[in-house]
């Protein structure tokens, strides 16, 4: 069994468990870590969980037992240990310090000297370490680099885990910042939550995706990483150009072997060939505001984007075989008391020729990733061609 730390929004980091491994392989630990109990468990596939171990052992109690249990454990695991070790502590769901968790670690350093074994502990800032510090010191990436991850839940139950890695944040920003083209008014689909959504359709290689608002590529980069033939369409020409500059670079730098199909089209009107597995997008999205716009503003630009999704719903549909993955970002947006305004296409999906998906773990009203600051945020919509 492993246990995951979840991203900034734990929901979405459940959801995408459950489609990847099940809503039996899947179950909430704590508000923000799960327990995963699938073998085919894949780390680097996911992303939004910021963490994950393997669990080594399940008991219960406040930090001072806990810490006492690890303290040997680790002492007898470790007393004939071959080479220096890097171990990295972190704590999630005690009331606890920093130095407390650190003490741990000071303590078990001090006894393993003792038998001849060198420990370089990682401080702690906080009870856990950040993903940055687990990524950059490459814990839970070899025997002698460790993170010990313990975990508690609400009714005093503890999970201790040795990390299997933490998100790779690198490889995230030279996929972000890297790629030649980039356009800010088209947007900036974070690839994290383009992985999230390629992982969301629920669908595993080989296969091939489409993406019909496909912008810059960063959905057909993530589904392109992952093992799939990507195909994009968008109503621009220069994004079509954009697209197959980035999935070229893509190819060079990170050996994607994918068979590409790049097509200039309208959504609302387009004719897809060829096999489609899964649809992802993040659809056109309005305009962009720096602050919730006047409600008769807001009622336009929501209007017309409800117009041009609602109307590529419907030309998708028939295209499509029934039970056919889509997952959208559509726009929702926030007003000043964190209230969301949401299109109305979204009431009336059957109509459309789409079910939505129900999941065990997560309700579909926690589908929606924003960051505080931003006035339009991205409603996730998994779907299924009725
Ligand atoms: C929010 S952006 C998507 C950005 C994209 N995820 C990326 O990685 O860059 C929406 C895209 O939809 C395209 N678009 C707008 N209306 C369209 C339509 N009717 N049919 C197809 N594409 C459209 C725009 O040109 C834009 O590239």
């Given at each position: 069994?492993?246990v995951?730390?979840?991203?900034?929004?734990p929901?979405?980091?459940?959801?995408e468990?459950e489609?990847?491994?099940?809503a039996?392989?899947?179950?909430?630990?704590?508000d923000?870590?799960?327990?995963i109990d699938?073998?085919?468990?894949?780390?680097?596939?996911?992303a939004?969980?910021?963490?994950?171990?393997?669990?080594?052992?399940?008991?219960?109690?406040d930090?001072?037992?806990?810490?006492t249990?690890?303290?040997?454990?680790?002492?007898d695991?470790w007393?004939?240990?071959?080479?220096?070790?890097?171990?990295g502590?972190?704590a999630y769901?005690f009331?606890?310090s920093?130095?407390d968790v650190?003490?741990a670690g000071?303590?078990l350093k001090?006894?393993?000297k003792?038998?001849g074994?060198?420990?370089?502990?990682?401080?702690n800032?906080?009870?856990a370490?950040s993903?940055a510090?687990?990524?950059?010191n490459?814990?839970?990436?070899s025997d002698?680099?460790i993170?010990i991850?313990?975990?508690?839940s609400?009714?005093?139950?503890?999970?201790?885990?040795?990390?299997?890695g933490s998100q790779n944040?690198?490889?995230?920003a030279?996929r972000?910042q890297?790629?030649?083209k980039?356009?800010a008014?088209?947007?900036?689909l974070?690839?994290k939550l383009?992985?999230?959504?390629?992982?969301?359709?629920?669908?595993t290689?080989?296969g091939?995706?489409?993406?019909?608002?496909?912008g810059?590529?960063?959905?057909?980069q993530?589904a392109?990483?992952?093992?799939f033939?990507?195909?994009?369409?968008?109503?621009?020409p220069?994004?079509i150009e954009?697209?197959?500059?980035n999935?070229?670079?893509?190819?060079?730098?990170?050996?994607?072997?994918?068979?590409i199909?790049?097509?200039?089209?309208d959504?609302?009107?387009?004719?897809?060939?060829?096999?489609?597995?899964?649809v992802?997008?993040e659809?056109y999205?309005?305009q962009?505001?720096?602050?919730?716009?006047?409600?008769?503003?807001?009622?336009?630009v929501r209007?017309?984007c409800d117009?041009?999704?609602?109307?590529f719903l419907?030309?998708?549909?028939?295209?499509?075989p029934a039970g056919?993955?889509v997952?959208?970002?559509?726009?929702?947006?926030?007003?000043?008391?964190?209230h969301?305004?949401?299109?109305?296409?979204?009431?009336?999906?059957?109509s459309?020729g789409f079910?939505?998906?129900?999941?065990?773990?997560v309700?579909k009203?926690?589908?929606i990733y924003?960051?505080e600051d931003?006035?339009?945020?991205?409603?996730?919509?998994?779907?299924?061609k009725?």
């Open positions: 069994m492993h995951a730390i979840l991203g900034r929004q929901a979405l980091g459940m959801a468990l489609q990847l491994y099940g039996s392989g899947v179950q909430w630990f704590s923000n870590s799960a327990c699938h073998p085919g468990f894949d780390f680097e596939r996911l939004g969980s910021q963490k994950a171990g393997r669990v080594v052992a399940e008991l219960r109690g930090w001072r037992q806990t810490s249990v690890l303290v040997n454990a680790y002492v695991a007393q004939n240990h071959k080479g220096k070790i890097t171990l502590i972190s769901g009331h606890v920093p130095r650190q003490k000071i303590v001090a006894k393993l003792k038998h074994v060198s420990l370089r502990l990682i401080p800032n906080d009870p370490l993903t510090t687990s990524h950059h490459k814990l839970g990436l002698n680099h993170e991850l313990i975990v508690r609400a009714n005093g139950k503890v999970l201790i885990a040795e990390s299997v944040i690198t490889a995230l030279r972000d890297g790629r030649p980039r356009d008014f088209v947007g900036m974070p690839p383009a992985r999230m959504m390629v992982n969301l359709s629920g669908v290689p080989p091939r995706l489409l993406d019909p608002f496909c810059t590529g960063v959905l057909l993530e392109a990483l992952v093992g033939d990507v195909y994009g369409t968008d109503l621009s220069k994004m954009f697209s197959q500059k999935l070229e670079w893509l190819s060079e730098t990170h050996h994607t072997v994918s068979d199909t790049l097509d200039q089209g959504a609302m009107t387009h004719i897809w060939e060829g096999t489609i597995s899964a992802i997008a659809t999205l309005g962009p505001f720096s602050a919730p716009p006047s409600p008769s503003k807001l009622v336009q209007d017309n117009h041009i999704i609602s109307t419907k030309n998708l549909a028939p295209q499509i056919t993955p997952c959208l970002a559509i726009p929702a947006w926030r007003d000043s008391l964190g969301f305004t949401h299109l109305p296409l979204t009431g009336r999906l059957t459309l079910s939505q998906q129900t999941l065990e773990h309700r009203e926690e589908l924003y960051r931003q006035v339009v945020a991205r409603q996730l919509l998994v779907l299924k009725g």
